[in-house]
């Protein structure tokens, strides 16, 4: 059936609105538009090993050793702790050490392109454990890090022209490497030498780009951190604070950060992206 020219707009325009509406959720995607692995094997770990840890790389198998879903999904989407939220109830998505923990395995096609490990694993996680997510912004306290005076940062936050991840890339790839290790001011190694130890004092040392910076300091705090200052280029930095309230000997990571980096973390509550889990299942068998 020929539609007249009007008709025949109209009809193209409600065929691409129903095809944004209908839109698959994360994980739902049609099965030949998502890489996946030839092989894949899920198992219950019930060791009760604390330790987990996870294998994700450019070309071959996949794996994941005494992993808790969540562990999984966030090295799947490549997501921090605060942006995964559950809107189902169930023991899988639980966090702590009483989270059930998996080993996973997937080998992909001898043909298969380098980079796509995570797509695969998203794809495992959809078939195995039924894993339905979508995205959704909504409002969520967060803190903010800003640069506390404007042209002036602290007395442990200086510009660099060194980067510790290049001096480890080109240290794991001729181990005979005698290029020095980049220094500290103080003279002492920055990069793998050993950090100062003091009880109950946690020490942050490092020279990269100043991304690191909001990455190293998500650690230790409560929510999710958001970078707004605008910081360009490598720095090092040196940072040491106490987790403990109570130890008055030294100062907590909010204090550590403005009097040591010249940064604040501001608390706010703004708009914040996450991935909502609206469905998951215990493993299907092997």
């Not at 929510?223 to 720095?235: H, M, Q, S």
């Amino acid at each position: 059936m020929r539609f007249p020219e009007p008709a025949r707009y109209l009809a193209v325009a409600i065929l691409v609105m129903l095809g944004v509406m209908i839109a698959p959720p994360l994980g739902a995607q049609s099965p030949s538009a998502v890489p996946q692995f030839e092989v894949t094997s899920v198992k219950r770990n019930t060791s009760g090993a604390s330790r987990s840890s996870m294998r994700l790389p450019e070309t071959g198998t996949v794996s994941a050793t005494n992993a808790p879903l969540r562990m999984m999904i966030n090295q799947a989407y490549q997501i921090g702790r605060f942006e995964l939220v559950a809107a189902v109830d169930g023991p899988l998505l639980a966090g702590g050490v009483n989270a059930p923990k998996f080993d996973v395995e997937g080998k992909p096609p001898d043909t298969a392109p380098p980079g796509q490990p995570r797509l695969m694993l998203r794809k495992l996680l959809a078939d195995r454990f039924n894993l339905r997510m979508h995205r959704e912004t909504r409002p969520t306290p967060v803190y903010v890090l800003t640069v506390a005076r404007t042209g002036r940062l602290g007395p442990d936050l200086v510009a660099s022209d060194r980067d510790c991840a290049a001096y480890i890339t080109a240290l794991r790839s001729d181990p005979q490497l005698t290029a020095p290790e980049p220094r500290h001011r103080n003279g002492t190694p920055l990069c793998i030498g050993a950090l100062p130890r003091r009880p109950g004092i946690t020490f942050i040392r490092q020279v990269g780009p100043a991304a690191l910076i909001k990455r190293q300091i998500q650690a230790f705090v409560d929510r999710p951190l958001i970078d707004a200052t605008g910081l360009t280029g490598n720095y090092e930095w040196t940072l040491s604070f106490s987790q403990n309230a109570q130890d008055g000997d030294a100062p907590s990571v909010f204090t550590a950060v403005e009097e040591q980096l010249g940064l604040t973390l501001e608390a706010r509550t703004q708009p914040y992206e996450v991935l909502v889990v609206d469905s998951v299942d215990w493993p299907t068998a092997n």
